[in-house]
């Protein structure tokens, strides 16, 4: 691959409102699984031509294989119809999220397991091939973004939720999609 070659990820966006309602999270932590699978609906409550919905990555280390999920996501990215697959490899680890965690974060089959081995439970799960964009070495520099733009902002946990660029500290993954939509709708462009 050549320096020109190099693999983008496409940005995990959706919508192309005025109001931008931004969601950190960390693909196998309950919490932002229960928000990830809400972000449809809120899209379609609030309509795709009031608010651009923006999924941010917030790699944990407590979550023991967040790191290779977070390159698998933005792996996908790089491909074509990027977003899409990036969205179906996100789906696939919620929808499967124990098969990526540890037992108390410590403990349980996933010992055993191994990065590749990982990879393989989303490619069969998701239905994208990522593996090859997986080993690309400049995806470092989209999972570096991820992580910078998050500790610029301040975020160190999952799922944290933003409104135009300002933190949303009391909103919540276990919030009714209303609550969310209430807020973006009262924020100014």
């Not at 010992?111 to 690309?136: C, K, N, W």
């Not at 409104?163 to 969310?180: E, F, P």
Request: aromatic share 8%; glycine share 6%.
């Amino acid at each position: 691959m050549s320096q020109n070659d190099k693999p983008h990820a496409q940005p995990l966006v959706w919508g192309h409102g005025p109001r931008t309602f931004e969601v950190f999270l960390e693909p196998t932590c309950p919490y932002s699984v229960r928000a990830f699978n809400k972000l449809s609906a809120l899209l379609e409550n609030v309509g795709e031509d009031n608010v651009t919905v923006k999924i941010r990555l917030q790699s944990q280390p407590w979550h023991m294989f967040s790191g290779v999920i977070v390159r698998c996501i933005l792996a996908a990215s790089t491909l074509p119809q990027g977003r899409e697959a990036a969205h179906k490899v996100m789906q696939a680890v919620a929808d499967h999220r124990e098969e990526f965690e540890f037992t108390d974060h410590c403990s349980g089959p996933n010992m055993d397991a191994t990065p590749q081995q990982i990879i393989d439970r989303i490619e069969r799960y998701s239905g994208v091939a990522l593996a090859q964009a997986f080993a690309h070495p400049a995806l470092q520099n989209d999972i570096k973004w991820h992580s910078k733009y998050a500790r610029q902002n301040g975020i160190h946990v999952s799922p944290t939720f933003m409104v135009n660029g300002l933190v949303q500290a009391d909103l919540g993954s276990g919030d009714d999609i209303s609550v969310w939509a209430q807020r973006i709708n009262a924020a100014y462009p």
